[in-house]
């Protein structure tokens, strides 16, 4: 089972700063890795997927990047509304079981 | 469009029975795996099992075999999730979820989550 490290665990940022998100994989993923945004109140949504193509309709200032076993996710200038927990998640084995990372809180500084 | 729309919020007692549910529209409901994860209080998510509606294959994640129920009714579009006696531990957000495309394709559709507590 691929094992996934997200760090840190909690990301304080002020608004209009730059958040970098990290998350490692215990093994290679190649590109298979997903990035989900889950505000308070509210399920997961599909931020990145193929570790750098933003899904429809997300901002520009979310970016990913990596390949392998390293890959980042980043808010190019922090919003108030970016306030979540984040999630990485590979997709390259099967069945998923254990693909999620543990998360990462943002925090407003 | 496709859409996954889940049961609502279910208040139960230790040892009682319940099942909740995911109704897919949008799409071929035989073609895609349904998925379903957890998510207790305050905690990360975590998969409970799949199942391919076309021919009612079921994987369960080893955390929760033997514990949970995954069924799909085909004539409906509807996946189920399904416990024989609660427990407290049960208490959680449960979302289904399914692929964008087939195999090797990331989890795109989200159900809106049905939030199941269990209380003496």
């Known amino acids: 089972e691929i094992v996934m490290t997200q760090s840190p665990a909690t990301l304080s940022v002020s608004p209009g700063e730059r958040a970098t998100l990290s998350c490692r994989a215990s093994?290679?993923?190649?590109?298979?890795l997903a990035w989900y945004q889950q505000k308070p109140g509210q399920g997961p949504r599909l931020l990145i997927y193929g570790a750098s193509t933003r899904a429809t309709g997300i901002p520009a200032r979310f970016s990913g990047s990596g390949s392998g076993t390293d890959f980042s996710l980043t808010i190019s200038s922090l919003q108030s509304e970016d306030l979540a927990v984040y999630y990485c998640q590979q997709y390259s084995t099967w069945p998923p079981w254990g693909t999620f990372g543990q998360g990462t809180k943002v925090e407003i500084k | 469009e496709v859409q996954l729309v889940q049961s609502g919020a279910e208040v139960k007692k230790p040892g009682e029975s319940l099942k909740i549910s995911c109704k897919g529209s949008g799409y071929s409901f035989m073609s895609y795996w349904i998925g379903w994860v957890r998510q207790m209080p305050g905690k990360g998510l975590e998969w409970m099992g799949v199942i391919y509606p076309g021919d009612f294959d079921t994987r369960y994640s080893p955390s929760v075999q033997g514990q949970v129920t995954i069924s799909v009714d085909k004539s409906t579009s509807t996946a189920y999730l399904q416990w024989r006696s609660l427990k407290a531990s049960d208490t959680a957000m449960y979302y289904c979820?399914?692929?964008?495309?087939?195999?090797?394709?990331?989890?795109?559709?989200w159900g809106q989550g049905t939030l199941v507590s269990v209380s003496s």
């Open positions: 979820v399914r692929r964008y495309l087939g195999s090797g394709s990331y989890w795109y559709y």
């Open positions: 093994q290679s993923v190649s590109s298979s």
